[in-house]
């Protein structure tokens, strides 16, 4: 099942620089995207989520883009901070009126922010 | 702030026995799920429960799956016969509505079986 899928395994990014971390899905009926970030050890922490009606969504250091026509997504997050290394999983909501609030996870990608 | 908490942390158990794994969602939060984590692989969704019924599964979640809300607090995921391949991290979430909005999750449970 590669409905969503996060290409990078990794990234690496200086203090203070802006971290990207992208995310593609597949299937045009998602219509709800949510951005998670885990630490060993913890569950996913709920950190910024995007409607399909909107194309921006910010919230403080932490921005969501959501391109619907190349079904890409992607996580801004600027300035970043040594606290901000962690596995970032992109998810996805199926849409409709039997939406049932499943969520299908890409793969994560390991953020490493380095002082 | 209020959290999903999941017991045990870590369950350990032999093939064939029947496994609880048990969860407190978010105490207003009306929609409760279960994924799980196979180490090194996606994380699953395996179930959404809504008023007291399933609302959708996965193919994952066959008949040795099964949840239920016993009371107002707790929401519990039974596996009746373990397999080895049952092994993986099992999440909790909880969310206020269903649709869109967020998910809550547990710190998880790790199923290791023997």
């Given at each position: 099942d590669q409905q969503v899928k996060q290409n990078s395994p990794s990234l690496s990014v200086q203090e203070?620089?802006?971290?990207?971390?992208?995310?593609?899905?597949?299937?045009?009926?998602?219509?709800?995207?949510?951005w998670y970030k885990k630490y060993p050890a913890e569950g996913p922490t709920f950190l910024i989520s995007i409607s399909s009606i909107k194309d921006k969504n910010e919230d403080g250091r932490f921005t969501v883009f959501l391109n619907k026509s190349a079904k890409h997504l992607s996580l801004h997050i600027v300035?970043?901070?040594?606290?901000?290394?962690?596995?970032?999983?992109?998810?996805?909501?199926?849409?409709?009126?039997?939406?049932?609030?499943?969520?299908i996870f890409g793969q994560g990608t390991t953020l490493q922010v380095k002082p | 702030e209020p959290e999903v908490t999941q017991t045990p942390s870590h369950q350990v158990t032999q093939m064939g026995q029947e496994v609880i794994l048990r969860c407190v969602p978010i105490s207003n939060h009306l929609y409760f799920y279960w994924y799980r984590q196979i180490l090194g692989q996606k994380v699953e969704f395996l179930v959404s429960f809504y008023n007291n019924e399933i609302s959708e599964k996965s193919e994952?979640?066959?008949?040795?799956?099964?949840?239920?809300?016993?009371?107002?607090?707790?929401?519990?995921?039974?596996?009746?016969?373990?397999?080895?391949?049952?092994?993986?991290?099992?999440?909790?979430?909880?969310?206020e509505q269903g649709g869109h909005q967020p998910q809550h999750f547990g710190d998880g449970t790790r199923l290791s079986i023997l």
């Open positions: 203070g620089r802006i971290s990207i971390l992208n995310c593609d899905y597949t299937n045009s009926m998602f219509d709800y995207f949510l300035p970043s901070q040594p606290g901000d290394s962690a596995v970032y999983f992109c998810a996805a909501s199926p849409g409709g009126s039997s939406n049932t609030g499943k969520l | 994952i979640f066959d008949d040795q799956f099964s949840v239920e809300r016993p009371d107002g607090s707790n929401f519990t995921l039974k596996i009746r016969s373990t397999k080895l391949e049952d092994s993986a991290m099992y999440f909790c979430a909880s969310s």
